[in-house]
């Protein structure tokens, strides 16, 4: 594979052919393709707070969604994308919100009291998956929940080991994948399944594995780790064999996708001074 960036939001692929667009810098993270490969989400804090944003996959035509008190973040297409799911704190906690694009009606689908609620995957079979964490504070460990797309039947799956961070639930919702500490503190990534049983390590990388992302087809698995000193992004096969290394400067890579074809990567880059996709 070779590195593409371009520059305007700093939009960056990873891709096969050679493309490049014209940007700046303005503080944005999170992005996602749409699936029909037209649109990237993210959230940007260029105004001040977390706020949901989609531009097209050249940079142009940027849109601010959300708006009020509190921060929008981690956006999340709807397998048709007509949807866009999100975190938000608007009314004091973190939980799950579904936006119209178009519209701008947002719904509320958890209702948490207490602690972080966040999207993970939304998948065609109307199936939400998102991590949740009682006690962000005091005693940090997240948990996988599940609820059907209107925001109702929520269960808990899964509670991950303490100081995990980072996961991607696979392509046919029977596996999970995420980076945790070893008994050293040292991060790694596992894959269990989706109910957190047979727990199995798939990389021993110098440094620090981070955030996770696997490939349309289950086959692949983007993650990044910190072994040359700053974030950079690797690219493995599922069963953690074939490692290569995608990104190469002095600056952080983290927060990326596969495009719904797996051909490119969005990503987020501190290569300009701040983060930029």
Known sequence: MKLFFSFCLAILFITLPKNMVQGQSSNDYSPQFSNDMEEIVFYSYR???????TMNIDGSEQK???GGEGNDIEPRWSPNDEYIIY????DGIAN?????PKSKTVDQLTHFEKGFTGPV???ANGKIYFRRDPNPDNSPQEELWVMDEDGSNQNKLMAFPKGQYGLDVGHKQEKVYFSA???EGKQDVY??????SSIVKLTEVAGNTGSLNVSPNGKQILFNANSTGNEEIYIMDKSGENIKRL?????NEYFFAFSSDGKKIVFDSERNGAGDI
């Open 96 to 100: 799950v919100y579904k936006l119209d």
């Open 121 to 123: 995957r939304w998948f």
């Open 181 to 183: 500490p070893n008994e």
């Open 191 to 196: 894959v269990s399944n989706i109910d957190g």
């Open 87 to 90: 975190s938000s704190t608007i």
């Open 247 to 251: 990104t190469y400067t002095d600056q």
């Open 64 to 66: 601010e969604l959300t």
């Open 47 to 53: 105004n001040g707070d977390g706020r949901i944003y």
